[in-house]
C-alpha cells in the first residue's frame, strides 16, 4: 500500500496544508507537487489498496482548471483518496464537489474531504500567516479520524452544487515591467503554458489562471 500526497500549490498555502494532513496521516508518503511535475502523475500506477491525499487551492469557488487537465489521462483503481479545497478569504463553494467529479471521473473513489484556509496569495491581507498553530491543530484532529475511519466505502456528501459556480478568472494578468531580462524562469514555472518562452514578456491572457507564483 502506498500513500500519495498530490498538491498543487503555486504560493504554498495548500502545500503547507497537505502536508499538515500527510503529517496526521501517520503513513510513509510519496509527494507529487503538480507545480513541479505537472507529467509524474501520469506515470504512477495507482492501485486498489493505494491512498492518495489530493489538495488544490479554490480559485472562484473552483479547482484551478489546470488541474482537471492534469488529471484527464490518470487512471486509478478504485483508489482512496481524501480531499482538501483551500481558500484564502471567502469560499471554497464547489470546489470539493468539483474535485470529487474529476477524481472519480478517473477511478478514484473519495472518502473524505475538507477545506482548509491559507494565506491568500494575492490579498495577502487575508488569511496572513494561515495555517497557523490552531489551524494545524484541527487539520491534525481530523485527519486522525480519517485514519480511524479509512475502512470506510461511503462517498461523502460534499458541499457544493452542480452546475459548478461560473468562473471567467480575474481580470488581472502579469505584465512585464522594465526590469524583465527574458531569461525565460517565469515560462518555465508557468502551470498554464500562458508565458511562450521565446517571449516571456507576452502573457498569453486567455490561457493565464494568475496563480501568481513569484
Ligand atoms: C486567481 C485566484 C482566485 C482565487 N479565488 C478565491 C476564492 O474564490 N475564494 C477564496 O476564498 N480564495 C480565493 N483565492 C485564494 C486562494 O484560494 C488561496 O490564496 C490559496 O491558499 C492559494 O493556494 P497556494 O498558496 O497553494 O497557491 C484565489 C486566489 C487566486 C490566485
Request: overall charge neutral; proline content about 6%.
Amino acid at each position: 500500500m502506498k500513500f500519495y500526497n498530490i498538491y498543487f500549490s503555486p504560493t504554498g498555502g495548500t502545500k503547507k496544508v497537505a502536508t499538515i494532513v500527510a503529517k496526521g496521516m501517520q503513513l510513509e508518503s510519496e509527494e507529487i507537487n503538480l507545480m513541479k511535475e505537472p507529467d509524474k502523475i501520469t506515470k504512477v500506477k495507482f492501485e486498489k489498496e493505494d491512498l492518495c491525499l489530493v489538495a488544490v487551492p479554490s480559485y472562484g469557488g473552483r479547482i484551478p482548471s489546470v488541474v482537471t487537465d492534469m488529471f484527464r489521462n490518470v487512471k486509478a483503481d478504485g483508489t482512496k483518496a481524501i480531499l482538501a479545497a483551500v481558500f484564502g478569504n471567502r469560499a471554497i463553494d464547489d470546489t470539493l464537489l468539483e474535485l470529487q467529479d474529476v477524481l472519480e471521473a478517473s477511478g478514484f473513489v473519495c472518502i473524505a474531504g475538507m477545506e482548509a484556509v491559507a494565506e491568500h496569495s494575492l490579498m495577502h491581507q487575508f488569511g496572513t500567516g494561515r495555517p497557523d498553530q490552531q489551524d494545524e491543530k484541527e487539520l491534525l484532529e481530523f485527519a486522525a479520524k480519517i485514519l480511524q475511519n479509512s475502512e470506510t466505502q461511503r462517498i461523502p456528501a460534499f458541499p457544493g452544487n452542480r452546475p459548478y459556480r461560473e468562473y471567467n478568472g480575474v481580470p488581472l494578468k502579469p505584465v512585464a515591467n522594465g526590469k524583465c531580462t527574458s531569461c525565460g524562469l517565469c515560462a518555465k514555472e508557468c502551470p498554464a503554458g500562458a508565458i511562450p518562452l521565446t517571449n516571456p514578456k507576452m502573457t498569453d491572457k486567455d490561457k493565464c489562471i494568475l496563480v501568481c507564483t513569484v
